[in-house]
């Protein structure tokens, strides 16, 4: 029997104890899941991880619920496909290496984004671009990114286009996060910092490095940045000051791996992902900005040890979806 990943007192992992709020338990909360093998999947941490909805998917790093409750990720590197989930159907797709003048290239996709206007943004790693394209798979935007060596897997991890027009780029080979603006002109980049310690191979808590996964940037304009390798979270100011830091073992009974996707809710609370961290610790945790744990999240039946991407939904949003998978 699954143990539940909604905490709401005391719970035991990797012989700590988890102090957690009971107000902060997060009922209704429900969260879905990308990984490559396993699968994409929504589950219900509430009801035991029961799984409310499951498709067989390749290799994967992104993930997206839209607004009509479809499902946008991948299946497969090059190809971006959009999950009706009430009738398990791909209802849309663009595939990066046999579309768009990239036939017969190596291409990888680790970044995309479905835009308001209904295009789609594509960061195309190896071509070392990113495109904008119709449902009907048009190409209506492309610019370079400024690469060291072009290469499909490393060239990028998340990007994403924000309200201003500008793209939020997590450039994973060369470990800095760069800004374009609408034209593609970089206009601020980070280089992620290794602290005076040296690289270390691996995937799990034993690696060390600045492989970045993702970013986002706060409304007081400074840039949160999960630094994949390096286990930590950092707040950087445009003036390039760290103003605030997650480090790997700064949170009671939680190791933190390859620290990938990052969500800021409302209260300021953020969501962070953790993979290749072991079986022994969370795959998703919820902590204040005073680095308190508040909620943890671990299904490592439905999920493994590289549940690459999660997007996590409360309230409203969350009932909308279930009744979505529900209706007949």
């Known amino acids: 029997m699954k143990i539940t990943s909604v905490l709401f007192a005391l719970v035991a992992l990797s012989g700590s104890l988890l102090p957690v709020h009971a107000e902060e338990s997060r009922p209704g909360r429900l969260v879905i899941g990308a990984e490559a093998g396993k699968g994409v999947a929504i589950v219900d941490p509430a009801k035991d991880n029961a799984v409310l909805y ?10 997206h619920l839209l607004d009509n409750n479809h499902l946008l990720t991948q299946d497969g590197y090059p190809n971006i496909i959009e999950l009706d989930p009430a009738t398990d159907t791909v209802v849309w797709s663009y595939h990066s290496a046999k579309q768009g003048g990239n036939e017969g290239k190596k291409i990888e996709v680790h970044g995309y984004q479905r ?13 070392a671009r990113i495109i904008e ?9 492309h610019f370079p990114l400024v690469v060291s060596e072009p290469h499909p897997h490393r060239d990028t991890r998340i990007v994403r286009k924000l309200e201003d027009g ?12 760069k800004e374009y603006d609408a034209e593609g002109k970089v206009v601020w980049e980070y280089q992620v910092p290794l602290f005076g310690k040296e690289p270390a191979n ?24 999960a630094t994949g390798n390096g286990h930590s979270v950092l707040e950087v100011t445009p003036e390039k000051e760290i103003v605030w830091k997650l480090e790997q073992n700064e949170i009671p009974g939680v190791t933190l791996a ?23 610790n969370p795959q998703i945790i919820e ?42």
């Open 166 to 177: 500008h793209y939020l780029v997590a450039h994973e080979g060369d470990e800095v996060l």
């Open 202 to 225: 691996g995937h799990g808590p034993e690696a060390w490095g600045g492989k970045l996964f993702s970013a986002l940037k706060r409304a007081n304009g400074n840039y949160l940045i």
């Open 115 to 127: 835009l308001a206007n209904g295009d789609t943004m594509i960061a195309e790693s190896g071509a």
């Open 54 to 63: 499951h498709h067989k998917i390749g290799t994967v790093h992104d993930l």
């Open 258 to 280: 390859w620290v990938t996707n990052l969500t800021e809710l409302p209260n300021g609370n953020l969501i962070i992902g953790n993979c290749h961290a072991g079986p022994e």
């Open 133 to 141: 394209v119709t449902p009907e798979g048009k190409i209506v935007k």
């Open 287 to 328: 902590i204040t900005r005073d680095k308190e744990l508040v909620w943890s999240f671990k299904d490592f039946e439905t999920f493994g040890d590289a549940l690459a991407n999660t997007v996590v939904v409360d309230g409203d949003r969350a009932d909308a979806l279930r009744a979505y998978l529900a209706k007949p």
